[in-house]
């Protein structure tokens, strides 16, 4: 079987790597290594996003049914039947976002615009009287939540250098996705059903928790690139890096 890339193709892609994060070549990734990565508040930031929005993103899997059960008088079969088309359009949405992101370069707007969408789509969802407004807002959710899962992981991508680092960092946001499933498991609890008033409000409180923590890094960003632009400061330890908003 030929290789997927020739050695000029190989060499092209190993180059602008290089030229764009120093850390084409691969680290040994030991346990003084993640310590000294683990001082980097970024990791711990990025960490929290993914716990943040997987406990947001479960709070569907928990409420979708009873929604359809209790409010719209469906089987439990067609209940869980009508739970795809949320997801289904939620997929085109995914793709968008990461075209959008790659043609203007930035992570934290859409960021920002998910986590706003969430909170308009459970606000409908959790606080309406109407069901069929309340199933619309599921799709307005849906699409807010689960558009941030691939945008979590490339804002993180784009801020963070070395191999060794970046792996670091992917291994305690899967910890923190895992955690929010945890949370989401204790705080949508029977007795607070069927409107689950108050892990819905812990869920929107969350988002609004993520919208304050990109926008500060709007501020930090900023302030270090200008930095680095005056030559007063090396970013993540790489001349030329400058962070992604």
């Not at 609004?208 to 400061?233: C, G, H, P, Q, S």
């Amino acid at each position: 079987m030929p290789p997927l890339l020739t050695a000029e193709e190989a060499s092209l892609v190993h180059a602008r790597i290089e030229r764009d994060r120093g850390d084409s070549t691969a680290e040994k990734l030991t346990w003084k290594a993640m310590l000294h990565h683990a001082k980097d508040w970024k990791v711990w930031e990025f960490s929290s996003y993914v716990l943040l929005n997987n406990t947001a993103l479960y709070a569907f899997a928990y409420f979708l049914p009873v929604i359809l059960q209790k409010s719209l008088g469906y089987s439990t079969s067609k209940a869980q039947l009508f739970t795809f088309p949320p997801y289904a359009v939620a997929v085109p949405w995914i793709m968008f976002c990461a075209w959008i992101c790659d043609k203007l370069r930035v992570r934290g707007p859409v960021l920002i615009f998910n986590c706003t969408l969430y909170i308009i789509g459970v606000t409908i969802t959790g606080f309406c009287e109407n069901p069929h407004a309340r199933y619309g807002g599921v799709f307005i959710g849906v699409m807010g939540i689960t558009g941030n899962i691939p945008t979590n992981w490339a804002y993180q991508h784009n801020n963070v250098v070395g191999q060794g680092k970046r792996a670091f960092c992917s291994a305690m946001m899967t910890t923190g996705g895992g955690l929010g499933g945890i949370i989401a498991g204790n705080i949508f609890q029977a007795k607070d059903g069927p409107g689950y008033r108050p892990a819905l409000t812990i869920c929107l409180a969350f988002q609004a928790l993520n919208i304050l923590l990109v926008v500060k890094n709007f501020v930090y960003f900023t302030w270090a690139n200008r930095k680095a632009d005056r030559e007063e400061l090396i970013i993540e330890g790489k001349p030329g890096f400058r962070y992604t908003y």
